[in-house]
């Protein structure tokens, strides 16, 4: 049984750090990219970060490049999201996908964390 959960979400004062988390099971981990979508209330989803299979490859939006940074750890199908200097901007559900190297029409979604920047 696939699963993908998200961990992590909170609320936190502008400026601050989270650290998202994201477990996999179900599927062979080390063989999907893997990526964080958030969506604002009222706004689309929009891609955050992606990371390849190995983790050699990151990309990040223009507008959290500098302050998140993606990673993994494939011995633990866990995928991460630091978020540092966060914004009020940045309030928004946070998705995890994993997306299969070799045929991207096949991928999972996470439940989704919500997190709140404000003071």
């Known amino acids: 049984q696939v699963q993908v959960v998200e961990s992590g979400g909170g609320l936190v004062q502008p400026g601050g750090s989270l650290r998202l988390s994201c477990a996999a099971s179900?599927?062979?981990?080390?063989?999907?990219?893997m990526k964080w979508y958030r969506q604002a209330p009222g706004k689309e989803r929009e891609l955050v970060a992606t990371?390849?299979?190995?983790?050699?490859?990151?990309n990040y939006a223009d507008s959290v490049k500098g302050r998140f940074t993606i990673s993994r750890n494939n011995a633990k199908n866990t995928v991460y999201l630091q978020m540092n200097t966060l914004k009020p901007e940045d309030t928004a559900i946070y998705y995890c996908?994993?997306?299969?190297?070799?045929?991207?029409?096949?991928?999972?979604w996470g439940q989704g964390t919500q997190v709140t920047v404000s003071s």
């Open positions: 996908n994993a997306e299969f190297a070799y045929d991207r029409s096949l991928n999972y």
């Open positions: 179900g599927f062979t981990f080390s063989t999907y990219a």
């Open positions: 990371i390849s299979t190995a983790g050699g490859i990151r």
